[in-house]
């Protein structure tokens, strides 16, 4: 290697040092090449693209650079993809070699890079792989198109050490444009988040959210606080945790939008899940103001007292009112972990008793769902029942308890009653029990428990002594109202079978069935014995 060439590398050297953008580092190639190198025609410099698994054209001398940027090979194919694989120089003397390295080479591929090279025919041509740390990041080819230009090894070892020195020079061009695009990708994001963060201060709301991320995007957005399971493809979900708040409906999936579209869609969606925590917490404490306005209005509110507690609720106060309480049977309302779920449903109820012309007050305690309902019919009650059970929940998964309507003065009764019914639904598993409706049943709230259990005790203690044969003969005729014929049918047995288990029965208890006063009160111990859910 004489001087020349000697020192054109060392200023080479520097050159590439000097410089981290890769347009300028590919330039100093090519012209140092050109320089070092007497009979190339054609320089090219192929640089490896990892997404698209690519060898693609990044700066050429003497071709049509427009076409050349539309090869694309693949690792392993043609030359240039063989060189890349082996990671080793190669000198190609003769045209047959060069055109069985180039077989492979596919039509799309062969039929560009044949116009690229302004349809010439290769007669000597070198490759050297770009390689720093064992790792190849493309190819210089460089090519002679005239039968008296020959290259030596001397020159494919010259073009060797341009590229080892480019190599680096790309390396560090490459981390300093990915630092460059992070940088300016981190300020976007900072000033994305900012946008949506001032919106949320000045409590612009969902919808202006919604809008801006539009505008930022380009695109469609919608906003559902739930989705359907044939939606999901194009649905980014809203999260607090594992709880999803909520869902932004996208024209297309989330992974088909650019970095800096999806940095705005996921800062929308954290702006939202804080506008939706923010809401919740405010209609959180707007449900526990109902609560202590109810608890207000049981304690018997009166004057302005009163009058400030109606004009909350929209009511007049010689309205009647009714109670209704709602509780699950195999599982809670809403799901405590949740944070919308009770909101959600809670609100629901609202617009159902909204829709059927009801200003009822809607409150929570503990699990149970509170509504206290004005100027309330009876087809108003079957309506409210029928469109809570339509929620989505099933119609055998909510206790329903119902007090009687009373004055607004004694809202107190009507809860109370809603709570016995309630209770009264879950200990035997009625759907909707209506204290109204009630028989024998009221007395278990409203008589002293001992007072009953010795009632009980007095009227049906001697029936212990018979067989459980005798007991459900006494239950069948009870229900069929002393229905002689329709008993024995129901427990097939002959009439004279069961003539003698009630004249048994009545010689037990020492009773006569005939006798009104003996026949009432077996009855009502009888029904409060089976309403107490005891057994024999």
């Not at 020159?155 to 680096?168: E, F, L, N, P, T």
Request: glycine residues 4%.
């Amino acid at each position: 290697m004489n001087n020349y060439k000697t020192n054109k590398l060392l200023e080479i050297n520097k050159m590439l040092t000097q410089s981290l953008k890769l347009e300028e580092i590919l330039h100093h190639v090519i012209v140092a090449a050109r320089a070092l190198i007497d009979v190339s025609d054609v320089l090219i410099i192929y640089l490896y693209d990892k997404e698209a698994n690519k060898l693609k054209f990044a700066k050429g001398e003497g071709v049509d650079k427009e076409i050349l940027k539309k090869v694309a090979f693949s690792p392993g194919e043609s030359i240039t993809g063989k060189i890349f694989i082996e990671q080793k120089s190669k000198l190609f003397t003769s045209e047959q070699e060069i055109d069985e390295y180039m077989e492979n080479m596919t039509d799309e591929n062969y039929r560009h890079y044949y116009e690229g090279v302004k349809r010439r025919k290769i007669r000597s041509m070198f490759c050297v792989p770009i390689i720093n740390k064992d790792r190849c990041l493309g190819v210089v080819a460089v090519n002679n198109y005239n039968r008296n230009g020959v290259f030596t090894e001397e020159d494919m070892q010259v073009i060797g050490v341009v590229a080892d020195q480019s190599a680096i020079a790309i390396d560090n061009a490459n981390v300093y444009k990915n630092l460059k695009e992070k940088n300016t990708l981190l300020k976007r994001s900072i000033a994305i988040h900012n946008q949506f963060y001032q919106l949320i201060i000045e409590g612009r709301g969902i919808k202006n959210v919604i809008s801006l991320l539009e505008r930022m995007i380009s695109s469609s957005v919608a906003f559902y606080p739930n989705i359907n399971e044939e939606d999901r493809a194009n649905a980014f979900p809203i999260r607090r945790g594992d709880d999803i708040l909520g869902v932004l409906m996208l024209d297309k999936p989330f992974p088909s939008f650019s970095e800096m579209d999806q940095i705005a869609i996921e800062q929308a969606s954290l702006s939202i899940a804080l506008e939706l925590i923010k809401d919740n917490a405010i209609y959180e404490k707007e449900i526990h103001f109902r609560q202590e306005v109810f608890n207000q209005l049981l304690e018997g509110l009166s004057g302005r007292n009163l009058q400030h507690a109606l004009r909350y609720v929209k009511w007049d106060e010689d309205w009647m009112v009714q109670c209704m309480i709602l509780e699950g049977k195999d599982q809670p309302l809403w799901e405590a972990d949740r944070l919308l779920d009770k909101e959600r449903f809670v609100k629901s109820i609202e617009q159902i008793t909204h829709a059927v012309g009801l200003p009822s007050l809607i409150f929570t305690r503990a699990f149970q769902l509170i509504i206290i309902i004005p100027k309330c019919k009876q087809s108003s009650i079957k309506e409210l029942v029928n469109s809570i059970q339509r929620l989505g929940k099933s119609e055998n998964s909510i206790y329903y308890g119902i007090g009687r309507e009373t004055t607004i003065h004694d809202l107190s009764i009507s809860y109370q009653e809603a709570v016995r019914s309630i209770g009264y639904a879950k200990s035997h598993n009625v759907s909707i029990v209506e204290y109204a409706n009630l028989g024998i049943e009221r007395l278990l709230y409203e008589v002293d428990k001992e007072i009953l259990d010795l009632f009980m005790k007095d009227k049906l203690q001697r029936l212990h002594t018979l067989d459980e044969t005798f007991i459900d003969t006494l239950q069948i005729f009870i229900e069929m109202n002393k229905n002689h014929k329709k008993t024995a049918e129901i427990l097939h047995v002959h009439t004279n079978t069961l003539y003698y288990r009630l004249k048994k029965i009545e010689e037990v208890l020492q009773i006569a069935f005939n006798n009104e006063k003996d026949w009432i009160d077996l009855v009502i111990a009888f029904r409060l014995y089976v309403a107490s859910n005891k057994k024999s």
